[in-house]
C-alpha cells in the first residue's frame, strides 16, 4: 500500500475499501490521506448473499500526461 500511495500525486481522492483493515495497513492511510473518514458496519447488518465480484474500469490521467488504466475487481 505505502508503494502505490507514493505513486499518487499529492491532491487525489482516494479511497480505500476493506472487509478487514489491519493496523499497518490503517496507519499507511492515516499518513497519506487528508481528513478520512472511516466507516464501520455492524456484522448483523452486512449481506453477502448476493455479493458477486464486478469490475470497473478505472482510467487516470497522471501530471506527466502518461495516462493509468486499468480493472478494480469489487
Same mark, same amino acid.
Given at each position: ?8 500525486? *499529492? ?19 492515516? $499518513?497519506?490521506? *487528508? $481528513? ?5 458496519? $455492524? ?32
Amino acid at each position: 500500500i505505502y508503494d502505490i500511495f507514493q505513486l499518487l500525486p *499529492n491532491k487525489i481522492q482516494v479511497g480505500v475499501f476493506s472487509a478487514t483493515m489491519p493496523p499497518e495497513a490503517l496507519e499507511i492511510t492515516r $499518513k497519506f490521506m *487528508n $481528513k478520512p473518514v472511516r466507516i464501520l458496519v $455492524k456484522r448483523d447488518e452486512l449481506t453477502l448473499e448476493d455479493a458477486k465480484p464486478r469490475p470497473y474500469r478505472l482510467s487516470y490521467s497522471w501530471r506527466h500526461g502518461s495516462e493509468y488504466q486499468g480493472y478494480y475487481y469489487a
